[in-house]
């Protein structure tokens, strides 16, 4: 059974530094795509990033480009989401998913198979 769990989120004020972890169990993130996607209150759920491990490519929203980044460590198979200079707007729910999306489909919902259950981002101004 895959599971996907996120933690790391919390309350934050607007210029600091968060980073958000994705453990993975049944599942070894190599040769899936790693997705973070976010979700507002009262807005869709929106892709944030992506990497695709063994491309070694990077995806970004361009409303998070140069201040999200994505990690990992394999040892512990875990992904990271590091947000830099936090803003109000960061404020969503935040998840990770693995699959195997095509280009096409790497900032879509559709892209991905698994998925956790989300972690509570909130930043003050």
């Known amino acids: 059974q895959v599971q996907l769990v996120e933690s790391g989120g919390g309350l934050l004020q607007a210029g600091d530094s968060l980073k958000l972890s994705c453990a993975a169990s049944g599942i070894t993130f190599g040769p899936y795509a790693t997705g973070w996607f976010r979700q507002a209150p009262g807005k869709e759920r929106e892709f944030v990033a992506a990497?695709?491990?063994?491309?070694?490519?990077?995806y970004s929203a361009d409303s998070v480009k140069g201040r999200f980044s994505i990690s990992r460590d394999t040892a512990i198979n875990t992904v990271y989401l590091q947000i830099d200079s936090l803003k109000p707007e960061d404020t969503a729910v935040y998840y990770c998913?693995?699959?195997?999306?095509?280009?096409?489909?790497?900032?879509?919902?559709?892209?991905?198979?698994?998925w956790g259950q989300g972690t509570q981002v909130t930043v003050s101004a």
């Open positions: 998913a693995a699959g195997r999306p095509i280009v096409s489909t790497i900032a879509t919902e559709r892209g991905y198979t698994f």
């Open positions: 990497r695709r491990w063994s491309q070694g490519t990077t």
